[in-house]
């Protein structure tokens, strides 16, 4: 299974660096802190949310933007994959399982089964 490694512009860096020093900021702030066009702004925040580097957050009905620490991402990225790593090993236990069943069952129990349908048919 590939990772994804997610791309990033030097535009997205501007503005996720802009982000960092601020708690909170909007939009508009960002663009001329960076000196990027808003909708350049608003792009590489979209890119950068997808990957959870920032957050969106609304106080009093305002939208802002708050950057994440790539630190705390990185824990929440792991305890996902440990999450997702146990519930394939279960997944491949059940498998394994009836796996096991099957060959126990044997091909001759499946050939009676198949012959009685042809005859139940006639």
Known sequence: MAIYRPTYTENDLKVYLAARRRKKARV???ARETKLAK???????????????????????MSFIRANSPTNRLRSLLAERRRLAERHAA????????????????????????????????
Do not use: C, M, W, Y
């Open 28 to 30: 508009l702030e960002l």
């Open 39 to 61: 909708s350049t702004v608003q792009g590489a925040l979209s890119r950068l949310a997808n990957t959870g580097l920032v957050s969106r957050v609304t106080i009093h009905g």
């Open 91 to 122: 997944q491949d236990k059940l498998l394994l399982q009836d796996i096991r069943f099957l060959q126990q069952a044997g091909p001759t129990s499946r050939r009676k089964t198949a012959r009685s349908t042809k005859r139940s048919r006639k």
